[in-house]
């Protein structure tokens, strides 16, 4: 029963052919086999929001997901998100500039929420906002810039849509 | 984790036929069931994975019934246009429930799924004592820290909470549930989820290998003047310490009440609907007194464990309250 | 350790300032500063400290390149998931294992009957640096629910954890001391800590106005969203450990205890930190397991706990209680304050909450009485949760100050300056520096505080009431001596070395720009290198003293290093500059040049090409001059040449004035915060993005400490239930209001060598009574427990 199993991820673009224990989940199989630690383990159970990476362009939680249900879909995580010369997503730069982490444990899972909830138009307001970046949990207390990073991102995104 | 077998269903047929066998379970959005086997709760051999079955995620909004696919995410039903206009305590109870992510993992019948938080059930590397996993074993939560736990429709041998949002919103408004197994059948959602009574480890009159196909919620008035109240704690990303999915219908002259429809979330161990507070309030005038005094009754033959006394006091306020929104009081 | 582990060390934690990530994370210690400089031409540069500049590390941290400690890649390393107690007293009589060894991949079971051997470590107030006593697997002895009981070893997490779920324990059962409510509970007291002067009992008996009143916290939780893990490394004799720590070198005297080897032989690293709040100050005993087992094994072992495992693996904030009378004059001058606490310990050992820091500086009273008490419960031993002590002291004495307020019908900050506090009014020293008067204006101001209507209950907005609240609170000035490097590298790129490390503090940040400073250089020029036992010494980055710890120390080390380039220009036969004196020579803009000419001169790089050298090292420290080897070793590996807030016969502090306005529903009784504001007095302020974040963060910290955290022990068998971010409630973004805070600081060079306070604890002090006289005023009730949840507004 279950012997480890071959198994095709694609991470960022990139193909990796993992040998894991069925049991093993996205998150496991990201930091402990593809050598993509940036997407962090903060409860392992659903409950804060540091494991966010996207599957086919959503946002999701990889601790709950197994590794086996994303064969065949695209997988990016924080490092999947500069461009090949090293250009950061305009999140990643307001994040900066908004000072809005302190320790950097939630922010790969923040910054992977923070597009999704820019490109699901739930970055309207300030309250929408709060609300569809309350699945990431920040003990560093970040917040208020998190919210003022992810306003001015969205702002700069839909600028440059326009233009 | 217990090692599995891991099954990838091509079709609704297959997928039915591989979960019949035993110790086989569905996975689909895998927000209750992988956290439910990472604690140990959930010990199954064989995982039938079934987010690849085609067809089963549509929404439709039809003249008079309101059609969800089961595997329809809940992201996708709260932003759906149709259902908002149409329902918006759906969209609401969806919205409010879990964090975004979540629901974009989450599907609709995996959300009718959803199993109690019960603190003592989750933990059974500590407490053996759990009638809804060892059947006959005794429950730990009436004795023990029960603040979120149930104050209705609870039993001597369990008083583990319902803690979803949607499927109050399904239960205030008669919805039908949509299974497939050996044959096709429609479940009245009220009928879906089971009093704990002697058998809290049965949940739902489902056999095994059934799975549910989709969800239908008929159209009415009082669908579309409707509403979701969720109180918690936090702001967010919380199960509800109470809730109500409300909505009504009026008569010509705006001020009778002709329809009207209430469950509660958060304090009852299923669903529960208050069918005698909405006769009560069929005919009278819509204003604050009348809905509270009425709501007052919402909590006949509740419950207290100790920590949840609280809830008993909450749920006509929140029943008033919600019922002041849709009605436009202040 | 092998080469590519330490060169990729190396690599991930050199910092550069404003650069790509990708960039900084693979050029490490070659980048050259040269490029920087070229871009720089020569220009008077506005002092970097003070600067707003963004966190140094960010670009690695946004783009998923910071290596946190259990993210090192080692080859062959195997999975240890520790098994913990369920129950809270007694003995273990057996550990079935068989079922768990049968399982594929499991490596081995370790238990009391099969145990790994750990020595007791020494605690930090016996002189060493371990936070418990508590030693897993040596005895039988059950002392709490959740204590480590065995540890499962397996090829992979999956295996090891399902292992894990297999033991079968056989207890035997032992009465329980589940909580401080227990009746079979004792309290100790502890008179090192009491404090008293003039008459406070007869004082009280006699005052016109009194208010007597109890408050309560409940345990509480650091949860840091990195959980608590770690990788031991034991290779030829020597162990490695990446740990994620507030104090590498605490942490190296705790493993070398542990393993009773020399401490010479214990390697610390902790590059970033992913939060810690006082929780990673020490290593825990889940790092003895992971030390031993990688020792007994051969093999690097990484041991991380699980989330709820983090509730009960180290402790948190003890539940405390306090009884607080206080006298007045019907003016509303204070005449006595009778102060007595009490604080959960574990059962065997001593954590002792200092409720009393805050109520016996804050106001001039001719008669105060304190006793601390302590009460031994079977519960895993407390630790620090930011602001012990100051955190629950501010908490019972600026709520029953609001209290005395409304018993005379006065403001509180009208009756808070009529007991303004000249000098310290427990030690008679005076003040170094508090602001706390403009922190009140400033404060009061933002927020509306006197537009307000004072009367309870008197403001709503539809069914909201809403409701104003202010506070304020101090935190002592802890400083350690420490020493720090600078080394110029021949490519150009010039370094600062310490042992301390960044929590998300910016210490990564302030270091460059406190070397940038005396090297007039920019701060995006210089490199800095943190959390490591090679480095220079350091103490530990809590107690909000490392800021101003390492600053000091890099300043001197900076200002070596200037004097040494220029001797170097000066002296060396082969520098372009040998015919100069020393004195005419000046470092500016990274280059040495004679002071009576205005450009020119030699880059760093050039003059050490120059001499022929390829790195020039400067140490510099704060250490007082003649220091000993010893003491420098006990600054980084003991408390013991910590110097608390009276040294030098003065008293230093950090203060606030907390203000808060709450939206509390009338009917559900929930409480929602609407606004925050703070000013603070932090002194001199190295970068006031950086600090900025660090009070807000600390005020949210207390939001979720008013409105949301509570452990919930079961009584029946002292089980945390609720050991969990679903159950356990901390803040989440929509909780969260605009936040405003307000430095009103001066330097302050009694307090340290650069004129800093503290920033970190400071921030979550006096939110608690901000939010609760604020959730009176909305609702005429006072709740005196914390946290303030919605059926007890019911």
């Known amino acids: 029963m279950s012997a480890a199993r071959q198994l095709s991820l694609e991470v960022n673009g990139k193909r990796h052919n993992l040998q894991l224990d069925i049991r093993t989940t996205l998150l496991d199989a990201l930091r402990e086999h593809a050598d993509l630690p940036g997407t962090k383990k903060g409860c392992d159970q659903g409950q804060c929001g540091a494991c966010t990476v996207h599957v086919d362009g959503e946002r999701v939680l990889s601790c709950l997901t197994l590794a086996a249900q994303v064969e065949g879909r695209q997988v990016t995580t924080i490092e999947g998100l500069q461009t090949a010369d090293g250009v950061m997503h305009a999140v990643q730069t307001a994040f900066i500039e908004h000072d809005a982490f302190q320790c950097g444990y939630c922010t790969p899972g923040q910054i992977m929420s923070a597009i999704a909830c820019i490109r699901e138009g739930h970055a309207g307001t300030d309250d929408d906002i709060r609300e569809y970046m309350s699945g990431n949990i920040c003990r560093c207390g970040a917040y208020p810039h998190i919210v003022a990073a992810v306003r001015d991102a969205a702002s700069r995104l839909k600028t440059e849509r326009a233009l | ?330 | 350790m092998t080469q590519n582990n330490a060169f990729e060390l190396n690599r991930r934690t050199v910092m550069k300032l404003g650069v790509g990530a990708a960039a900084a994370a693979t050029a490490g210690v070659n980048l050259s500063s040269e490029k920087a400089l070229a871009n720089n031409p020569a220009k008077s540069q506005s002092p970097a400290l003070g600067a707003r500049l963004s966190r140094a590390e960010g670009p690695l941290k946004v783009s998923g390149q910071a290596r946190y400690a259990i993210e090192q890649k080692l080859e062959n390393m195997a999975y240890g998931v520790t098994v913990q107690s369920t129950r809270p007293a007694g003995r273990i009589v057996s550990i079935d294992t068989s079922a768990a060894k049968a399982l594929p991949g499991v490596v081995d079971v370790y238990t009391p009957q099969n145990a790994l051997k750990l020595n007791k470590p020494t605690v930090y107030s016996k002189g060493g640096g371990a936070t418990e006593e508590f030693t897993p697997l040596q005895d039988d002895v059950i002392r709490f629910n959740g204590m480590h009981i065995a540890l499962v070893v397996a090829e992979t997490f999956e295996q090891a954890m399902e292992a894990a779920s297999l033991l079968k324990v056989e207890y035997e059962a032992g009465d329980a001391i589940v909580d401080f409510n227990d009746p079979k509970a004792k309290s100790q007291p502890i008179d090192a800590m009491a404090a008293a002067w003039g008459d406070a009992a007869t004082a009280l008996a006699n005052a016109e106005v009194k208010v007597d009143v109890t408050y309560t916290t409940s345990r509480e939780y650091n949860v840091p969203m990195e959980p608590h893990a770690c990788i031991a490394s034991w290779d030829n004799g020597k162990m490695t450990v990446w740990e994620p720590s507030q104090w590498v070198g605490g942490a190296r005297r705790v493993v070398s205890d542990w393993l009773g080897i020399d401490i010479e032989d214990v390697r610390v690293i902790s590059p970033y930190v992913g939060g810690g709040f006082g929780s990673k100050i020490g290593a825990h005993p889940h790092v003895g397991l992971a030390c031993a087992a990688s020792r007994k094994l051969g093999r690097p072992v990484k041991v991380s706990l699980t989330r709820p495992q983090t509730f009960t693996g180290l402790g948190g904030r003890p539940a405390t209680r306090q009884n607080l009378s206080i006298g007045a004059t019907k003016e509303g001058k204070i005449v006595s304050i009778v102060h007595e606490s009490w604080n959960e310990t574990a059962i065997d050992e001593l954590h002792v909450e200092a409720c009393n820091n805050v109520t016996k500086i804050m106001y001039a009273t001719p008669n105060l009485s304190s006793r601390l008490n302590v009460v031994p419960v079977h519960t895993v031993q407390p630790g620090w949760k930011r602001a012990p002590g100051e955190n629950p002291s501010a908490y019972a004495l600026e709520c029953a100050i609001d209290e005395l307020a409304y018993a005379l019908e006065m403001d509180p900050i009208t009756l808070r300056l009529a007991n303004w506090a000249d000098i310290d009014p427990s030690s008679k020293l005076p003040w170094t520096t508090r602001q706390l008067r403009e922190a009140y204006a400033a404060g009061a101001d933002a927020i509306g505080w006197w537009k307000r209507n004072p009367k309870p209950r008197s403001m709503r907005e539809g069914r909201e009431l809403i409701g104003f609240g202010m506070a304020s609170g101090a935190y002592p000035m802890l400083r350690t001596a420490s020493e720090a490097k600078i080394v110029f590298h021949v490519s150009g790129q010039i370094e600062v070395l310490s042992g301390g490390t960044d929590i998300g503090t910016g210490t990564y940040t302030i270091l460059a720009q406190t070397a940038a400073d005396v090297l007039g250089v920019p701060a995006e020029t210089v490199a800095v290198r943190l959390g490591d036992t090679i480095l220079p010494r350091s103490a530990l980055a809590g107690g909000s003293q490392q800021a101003n710890n390492l600053t000091g120390a890099v300043d001197r080390a900076a200002k070596n290093a200037r004097a040494a380039l220029l001797s170097l220009a000066a002296t060396d036969p082969k520098s372009p500059l040998a015919a100069s004196k020393v004195t005419e020579l000046t470092l500016e803009n990274g280059r040495v040049r004679p002071t009576r000419r205005p450009s020119g001169g030699i880059s760093i790089a050039d003059l050490l090409k120059a001499v022929g050298r390829n790195t020039l090292e400067v140490e510099g420290n704060t250490f007082a001059p003649g220091a000993s080897e010893e003491m420098k070793n006990g600054a980084d590996r003991s408390f013991a040449q910590m110097k608390a807030s009276l040294e030098g016969g003065v008293s230093a502090h950090s203060w606030c004035a907390q203000f808060v306005e709450v939206r509390v529903d009338e009917d559900f009784g929930t409480i929602r915060v609407k606004r925050m504001v703070a000013a603070f007095d932090s002194g001199r302020i190295f970068n006031p993005k950086l600090a900025e974040s660090q009070w807000i963060g600390g005020m949210i910290m207390g939001l979720g400490q008013t409105l949301l955290e509570e452990g919930h022990v079961d009584q029946r068998d002292g089980r945390t239930v609720n050991a969990n971010f679903a159950d356990y409630a901390v803040p989440v973004n929509a909780d969260v209001p605009g936040v405003q805070v307000i430095s009103v600081g001066i330097p302050d060079f009694q307090a340290s060598a650069l004129g800093g306070k503290g920033v970190g604890e400071i921030g979550v002090v006096g939110v608690a009574p901000a939010i609760g006289n604020a959730v009176f005023h909305a609702t005429g009730k006072r709740v005196r427990s914390l946290p303030i949840t919605l059926e007890k507004l019911a």
């Open chain 2, 1 to 330: 984790m217990r090692p599995f077998d891991y099954l990838r269903a091509q079709d609704t047929a297959a997928a039915i036929a591989e979960a019949g066998k035993p110790e086989t379970k569905f996975l689909a959005g895998g927000i209750t069931l992988l956290d439910l086997m990472k604690l140990n709760v959930e010990r199954p051999a064989r995982v039938v994975d079934i987010t690849r079955l085609s067809g089963l995620d549509t929404i439709e909004v039809s003249a008079d019934v309101i059609r969800i696919g089961a595997l329809a995410k809940m992201s996708k039903v709260a932003d759906h246009a149709g259902v908002r206009e149409a329902a918006p305590v759906l969209s609401e109870s969806l919205w409010r429930a879990a964090s975004a992510q979540l629901r974009n993992m989450a599907s609709i019948g995996g959300n009718l799924m959803q199993r109690t938080r019960c603190t003592y059930f989750r933990d059974p590397g500590a407490y053996s004592n759990c009638n809804k996993r060892n059947p006959g074993s005794g429950c730990a939560a009436i004795e023990g820290i029960n603040r979120n736990h149930a104050v209705l429709g609870t039993s001597d041998a369990c008083i583990a909470i319902y803690p979803g949002d949607f499927a109050v919103s399904l239960v205030a408004f008669d919805a039908d549930v949509l299974v497939r197994g050996t044959v096709a059948r429609r479940i009245p959602i009220d009928e879906f989820y089971l009093l704990p009574g002697q058998t809290p480890h049965l949940e739902h009159p489902l056999s095994p290998g059934e799975m549910i196909v989709g969800i239908e919620i008929p159209r009415s008035a009082a669908l579309k003047r409707s509403h979701y109240l969720k109180v918690r704690d936090r702001a967010s990303y919380e199960f509800a310490a109470a809730s109500a999915a409300v909505g009504i219908e009026m008569e010509a002259d705006g001020r009778t009440i002709r329809d009207v429809r209430i469950a509660v979330g958060g304090v009852a161990t299923k669903p529960w609907r208050l069918r005698a507070v909405e006769a009560s309030l069929k005919g009278k005038t819509l204003d604050e007194s009348t809905l509270r005094a009425a709501a007052a009754a919402a909590v006949e033959g509740a419950k207290s464990s100790g920590h949840n006394a609280f809830k008993i006091a909450l749920v006509p306020k929140v029943v008033a309250r919600a019922l002041m929104t849709v009605g436009d009081i202040s």
